[in-house]
């Protein structure tokens, strides 16, 4: 065998193998009254809040073109905030804030906000579907029927229910503006461009410009900054937004 025969198949075996996109069977809606979705937004980054939403559709009025929000462009984001809001039985936002992310970790802070939503809906559901691979327990806000909500987790569930989907797209408009609120005060930081992430730029700035008090402290990369720097960031004050459905 020739030396470029050889290299071309040496090539060849180094090259990685793609695994197949994993396809996942069309979601199978369970036997309930009322349905609904959940999602959040803002796990990974450095500040702010980590923002959820819930959100009972109305089957009598739907909303076209609902998919995973990081599939959307930003305009189209922003219209089908609109028309959700509009059109949805009901509808809530709620979260968590840096300095609870800080004390009960990324994952517990998670699951409150998205109690929180669902606490927040002006109807109660009897099922609450949540995207990913766990759900909290929800309590219904019901007098007439106290206990948990029936819930379930649905891997992909932003692609696959419409009521995620629809959830998922409040949670990215109500975060990323708020990324823009953050940058119209701290334009030095750059958070209208990597909406709090953790990028090469934005670690940069925080060494350049210090902690502030929206940031979560107990995250890498702002620790070690907080450790070189000596300087904690101060308190934020949660909040829960609530429809008027």
């Not at 599939?71 to 809530?92: D, H, P, V």
């Not at 823009?180 to 670690?203: I, M, N, R, S, V």
């Amino acid at each position: 065998m020739s030396n470029s025969s050889t290299l071309e198949t040496n090539k060849t075996q180094n090259k990685k193998i793609k695994k197949p996109k994993k396809v996942f069977a069309p979601f199978e809606y369970p036997v309930a009254y009322c349905i609904a979705g959940v999602d959040e937004v803002g796990r990974g980054p450095l500040v702010g809040d980590v923002v959820t939403a819930a959100v009972i559709l109305d089957p009598e009025n739907p909303i076209e073109g609902l998919m995973d929000s990081k599939k959307l462009s930003e305009k189209k984001r922003q219209a089908l905030s609109i028309e959700i809001k509009e059109k949805a039985i009901s509808w809530a936002v709620g979260r968590a804030t840096p300095e609870e992310i800080d004390t009960l970790n990324i994952l517990h802070a998670t699951m409150l906000a998205m109690q929180r939503a669902v606490q927040g809906l002006a109807v109660t559901p009897d099922y609450v579907l949540v995207d990913g691979n766990r759900c909290p327990v929800f309590l219904s806000s019901n007098a007439l029927n106290k206990g948990n909500i029936a819930s379930q987790s649905v891997v992909k569930g932003d692609e696959r229910v419409a009521e995620i989907s629809a959830a998922s797209i409040l949670a990215k408009v109500v975060r990323d503006d708020e990324m823009l609120a953050l940058d119209t005060l701290h334009p030095e930081y750059g958070f209208a461009q990597h909406k709090g992430y953790p990028t090469k730029a934005h670690l940069e700035k925080i060494v350049e410009h210090g902690v502030l008090d929206c940031y979560r402290a107990s995250f890498k990369p702002v620790a070690q900054v907080i450790a070189i720097q000596g300087v904690l960031p101060t308190k934020v004050s949660s909040d829960v937004t609530q429809d008027n459905g």
